[in-house]
């Protein structure tokens, strides 16, 4: 059980007791929540519980608090329980309890961390899923990296997680790539066809229609247009999905699974799908086109879902999409991670979800605000326009998929952010990627020091680890657990980067003050106690680095 299970037993047992002896009056449940408080001054753990019952109790909160903290249980876990302020109540765990965590944190290895709080929860999360008409532009990797860390994060607190890019292959942004195919693939066979007034001008499509030009021999050029177009659907399909594949793996983003749009229609779902609204009443007709009848909703407009042309909206392949994720393959929650351009979309889903009998609390949509870039203190304006294409792969190349990750992360998506490519490329301690990795390595560097001079650490006596900042270590890498299942309850993958800064911080602070291997054989026994340590804190340096999707160097 982890600590902070443990000690919400304990205060739930104090209260009761508190009750039972008449000192607190009878009041409803409330919530117990322990947490760790910002100043360590302030006790190991803190909760507010007294504050949240005086209403109910009639009481003022510091006393209530005193009742609590007189009847808390004797325990060889806390050293000490105190009232605090306007009515916390801090709890100061004995520092066997930490000294005993090193050895914990060593038996469950690469597995620290692992909670099972979201166990038995079947999460999706959906995340880039832009059109496959090229690469993927630097403006997706924010939502990228998000989605593929929340997953892992998930993943961690022990939930049933599939990561999902949808491939819109089945619109018009697809008809309007493989138009533009078509004229480069004519004009790689020397004909003179000019590009269509809406097509994808980029020079990756030039290149993609030479080459299918050159692998068919040119046995599309004869064809009817229409024919050919159609003909080359597939194969510019096939290269865009691999230049994405390729630019999501440089980022360490692999998916589940791909999930193709037109799948929605050649199944026959989108149909059933819009029977099953039309026969609740959601679909109107109105003006040659059919609508959803979002306004019964409460929503301040319908939304057209098949236009008077007979083809689709993305809205309607996207109410299908969903339905599919709910009622076909079950899941529990569905995690969509869009761009802030899709604000006006959020609603509307949560209106189609309801319309199909889907709780809407089980959609949960995440929007990642823009990103701008600066380097040398200057913005930098990327676009898609007129040939320019900033890509990933550019980004990754530049700054590597590791900066790019952890700053991504570093903010919460609904923050707007700027991102710095001098900062990213800087190899110094002003760069937290560099300080958080170069952490890790320094704590390699001393294990293989010691196993180089044959030291055996395995017999260490972690109670020799009295110091300070010894202690203060321990408090920071054991809070790992509690920090993913904090994380996951929130939807917050930047409280990672957050803590494995604050861990690399401890770590400096510890090396500065501790020796871990002396070369006086009278301090050995205290060296293999900071060996053990050592170990811990490479494991959750390791773990942190995982959960970001970073490496973890052993040298740098």
Request: glycine share 8%; charged share 25%; with cysteine.
């Amino acid at each position: 059980m982890r600590i902070t299970a443990q000690l919400r037993e304990a205060v739930t047992e104090a209260l009761s007791a508190a009750q039972a002896g008449g000192v607190l009056p009878a009041a409803g449940a409330s919530e117990i929540a322990i947490e760790q408080p910002r100043d360590q001054g302030h006790g190991d753990f803190a909760t507010n519980l007294p504050l949240r019952l005086a209403r109910a109790m009639k009481m003022a909160p510091p006393a209530i608090a005193a009742a609590i903290v007189e009847a808390f249980p004797a325990s060889a876990v806390v050293e000490k329980v105190e009232v605090a302020g306007p009515g916390f109540i801090n709890i100061t765990l004995a520092d066997r309890w930490f000294q005993d965590q090193v050895e914990a944190i060593r038996a469950a290895g690469e597995e620290f961390g692992d909670t099972d709080s979201k166990s038995g929860e079947k999460i999706q999360i959906e995340f880039v899923s832009v059109n496959p008409t090229g690469p993927l532009h630097v403006g997706h990797a924010r939502g990228a990296v998000i989605g593929s860390g929340l997953a892992n994060l998930l993943d961690a607190a022990g939930a049933d997680v599939t990561r999902e890019y949808y491939v819109n292959d089945a619109g018009n942004q697809m008809r309007v790539y493989t138009e533009t195919l078509y004229a480069r693939y004519m004009q790689a066979a020397g004909r003179d066809v000019p590009l269509p007034e809406t097509s994808y001008p980029g020079e990756y499509v030039a290149e993609q229609a030479v080459e299918i030009f050159e692998n068919d021999g040119g046995a599309l050029v004869d064809l009817p247009t229409e024919e050919a177009i159609t003909a080359l659907y597939k194969p510019g399909l096939e290269r865009n999905l691999a230049l994405i594949k390729e630019d999501l793996k440089d980022l360490n983003i692999v998916y589940d699974v791909w999930f193709s749009e037109q799948s929605l229609f050649d199944t026959g779902r989108f149909d059933t799908t819009m029977k099953e609204l039309e026969e609740h009443g959601f679909i109107v007709d109105r003006d040659g086109a059919r609508w959803f009848a979002s306004t019964q909703l409460g929503e301040d407009k319908d939304n057209v879902v098949i236009r008077s042309s007979g083809g689709h909206t993305y809205f309607a392949s996207d109410i299908v999409y969903h339905a599919e994720k709910f009622k076909e393959r079950n899941f529990d929650r569905v995690i969509d991670v869009w761009g802030a351009d899709h604000h006006g979309h959020v609603a509307r889903m949560k209106a189609a979800a309801t319309a199909l009998g889907i709780d809407p609390e089980k959609l949960i949509i995440i929007l990642n605000q823009l990103v701008s870039f600066k380097e040398d203190g200057e913005s930098l304006r990327f676009s898609k326009r007129k040939n320019v294409i900033v890509t990933v792969r550019d980004l990754v190349e530049d700054v590597g998929s590791d900066a790019v990750r952890y700053t991504f992360l570093s903010r919460g998506a609904e923050s707007q952010m700027e991102f710095d490519l001098n900062l990213a490329r800087k190899q110094s301690s002003d760069n937290p990627v560099y300080y958080i990795q170069y952490a890790h390595a320094r704590l390699s560097g001393i294990l293989r020091n010691a196993n180089k001079q044959k030291i055996d650490w395995s017999d260490g006596d972690v109670g020799l680890l009295t110091h300070d900042l010894e202690i203060a270590l321990i408090r920071q890498i054991t809070a790992l657990p509690d920090v993913v299942d904090r994380a996951a309850d929130r939807l917050e993958p930047q409280q990672i980067p957050h803590y494995a800064t604050e861990v690399a911080r401890a770590l400096q602070r510890f090396y500065d003050a501790c020796l871990v291997i002396s070369e006086n054989e009278d301090d050995l026994p205290v060296s293999k106690a900071r060996l053990k340590l050592v170990e811990a804190a490479r494991i959750v340096t390791a773990r942190c680095l995982g959960l970001m999707g970073m490496n973890a160097p052993e040298r740098m």
